[in-house]
């Protein structure tokens, strides 16, 4: 008898090429990295580039060099998002025929008035983990006869998951496992929670959770390693990867990196920057002391 030949678990590190990479990054780059070599895996680099109006080729290089200067190897190719639109398209196309999506029409401004009026008599308005007020009923209520009109219309619309139809169509509780720096173990999915979330944008044909649960299953992608911000984006992308029939990777959510103030690091805080701690001479190693490694 033939033995089955063990799939090498296969792990990625996805940074968006909009803006430099901070420590956070390089925790999640190192820990990917690191991961992939203990377990005798791959390590694979993916560019998280849908958003054409905020990456660009100047940070995407930066991306290149900062992993190079930590002394991190990957395998070629990269994949490279902008370049598999064609991909998110079908699965939002499959989501569309089975009802599961819908056309949504209201502004940034007009959500940010209907939420005002709803919480005018003081009761809050729901809030997704992110603290994000959740998309309102409006659109998702609109009749299939006014949808078509509006897109006829060619009004600029988002594609939103309606999510209870979208739990009520899988038909069973969703779980994790998760081996991360927060709660561990079997975790149970709460993708209500976040309400109609948008799956692809007015300005790009997808969104970060449709692309990135279609390309960790691209990639054949058995282990995410990411930090503790995206924990709870976790709910949805078992609920798509449920819906789209796609594989459930294992899931770790590392610690994140604060800067002095306490605060989650951001792009914007240049101090923190891997490019500035090379620059003040500082080397890889002393920069995994930063970071605790
Ligand atoms: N592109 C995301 C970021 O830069 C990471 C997505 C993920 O690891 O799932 O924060």
Same mark, same amino acid.
């Given at each position: 008898m033939k033995a089955i030949p063990r799939q090498k678990p296969i792990f990625r590190f996805a940074p968006s090429p909009n803006g430099p990479l901070h420590l956070g990054h390089a925790l999640s780059a190192i820990l990917n990295h690191d991961m992939a070599k203990q377990a005798d895996g791959r390590f694979l680099l993916r560019i998280e580039d849908i958003d054409q109006a905020r990456c660009t080729p100047d940070f995407e290089a930066g991306i290149f060099a900062d992993l190079a200067w930590l002394g991190l190897t990957w395998e070629e190719e990269v994949r490279r998002q902008s370049l598999h639109f064609p991909a998110y398209q079908t699965a939002l196309q499959s989501l569309i025929e089975r009802d599961l999506v819908y056309p949504a029409f209201l502004t940034r401004g007009e959500v940010k008035a209907r939420v005002a009026v709803g919480e005018a008599d003081g009761i809050p308005w729901p809030r997704d983990p992110d603290g994000t007020p959740l998309y309102p009923p409006d659109d998702r209520a609109r009749s299939n006869e006014e949808r078509k009109r509006l897109l006829a219309a060619s009004l600029k619309h988002t594609w939103r998951l309606d999510v209870d139809k979208a739990i009520a169509a899988v038909g069973e509780p969703l779980h994790w496992h998760e081996s991360g720096d927060g709660e561990r173990g079997d975790i149970i999915a709460d993708? &209500? &929670?976040?309400?109609? $979330? $948008?799956?692809?944008r007015s300005d790009a044909p997808s969104s970060y959770h449709l692309s990135v649960v279609v390309d960790d299953a691209a990639q054949g992608i058995t282990h995410v390693v990411r930090g503790l911000d995206l924990f709870h984006a976790t709910s949805i992308h078992r609920l798509l990867q449920a819906l789209l029939g796609l594989p459930e990777p294992l899931y770790h959510h590392h610690r994140l990196i604060l800067g002095e103030d306490g605060k989650k690091l951001s792009k914007s805080q240049g101090d923190t920057g891997i490019a500035e701690w090379r620059r003040q001479g500082w080397s890889p190693l002393e920069l995994r002391g930063r970071i605790g490694l």
């Open positions: 993708p &209500a &929670a976040w309400g109609d $979330v $948008v799956l692809s």
